[in-house]
């Protein structure tokens, strides 16, 4: 069985960066494409960022894309998020996922951890 433990989150003023660490186990991450959503408050939760197992990887938005930077350690088995340059509306609950390559879906979750930006 595969656990994805998040940690990293936390109060930040805007502006500010934050680094979101995703720690894997039950199974090398390098079997999977990973990946980081959020879900702020009200809202229905969205896509941020993968990673692919030849290490290439996308964004949600080119706000994101300029922003954020999504990194693997297979030998430390934990993928992390550096987010720069937050703003109020980055707040909200971030969870990495892992899929199976060439899934569709999303087979596991992590619990979350919450990043608050304030202004």
């Known amino acids: 069985q595969v656990q994805l433990v998040e940690s990293g989150g936390g109060l930040v003023q805007a502006g500010g960066s934050q680094r979101l660490s995703c720690a894997v186990s039950g199974r090398s991450l390098a079997l999977y494409t990973m990946g980081w959503f959020r879900q702020a408050p009200g809202k229905e939760r969205e896509f941020v960022s993968a990673?692919?197992?030849?290490?290439?990887?996308?964004a949600s938005t080119d706000s994101m894309k300029d922003r954020f930077t999504i990194s693997k350690d297979v030998a430390k088995n934990t993928v992390w998020l550096q987010m720069n340059s937050l703003s109020t509306e980055d707040t909200g609950v971030y969870s990495c996922?892992?899929?199976?390559?060439?899934?569709?879906?999303?087979?596991?979750w992590g619990q979350g951890t919450q990043v608050t930006v304030s202004a």
């Open positions: 990673i692919y197992l030849g290490g290439g990887s996308s």
């Open positions: 996922a892992a899929k199976f390559r060439g899934s569709s879906a999303w087979t596991y």
